[in-house]
């Protein structure tokens, strides 16, 4: 069974950084580098916000506008682990964060429907 596990979330002062890891497991139908990877947000009181996704083939990356020029996503195929580096962040960042992952190749998708398999989210809360 496919699994996500995020870590790397916590406590951070506004302005610092910090660097989220999705490690994936359990894929026996694909391979790890087939899937699109997803980051997803949940401040409290609020939806699920799309902060960025990366496609498996040729490096398609997009970005919510609110994190644009902040954060960067990244994967490791090798490792099976996708990253989130999130620079200069700001309260409005405090939020549970999920990594989410699906079968797709040239492109990637910011809709949570789009995305089978997610991992359990870390929490990460900006605040001096």
């Known amino acids: 069974q496919l699994q996500l596990v995020e870590s790397g979330g916590g406590l951070v002062q506004p302005g610092r950084s910090l660097r989220l890891s999705c490690a994936g497991s359990g894929f026996t139908l694909e391979n790890y580098e087939h899937y699109a990877i997803a980051w997803f947000r949940q401040a409290p009181g609020k939806e699920h916000e799309w902060v960025s996704c990366?496609?498996?083939?040729?490096?398609?990356?997009g970005y919510a506008d609110s994190v644009k020029g902040r954060f960067t996503i990244s994967r490791d195929n090798a490792k099976n682990t996708a990253y989130l580096q999130m620079n200069n962040l700001k309260p409005e960042d405090t939020a549970i964060y999920y990594c989410a992952a699906e079968i797709r190749y040239y492109d990637c998708s910011g809709s949570r429907n789009e995305y089978r398999h997610w991992g359990q989210g870390t929490q990460v809360i900006v605040s001096s």
């Open positions: 990366t496609s498996s083939v040729g490096g398609t990356t």
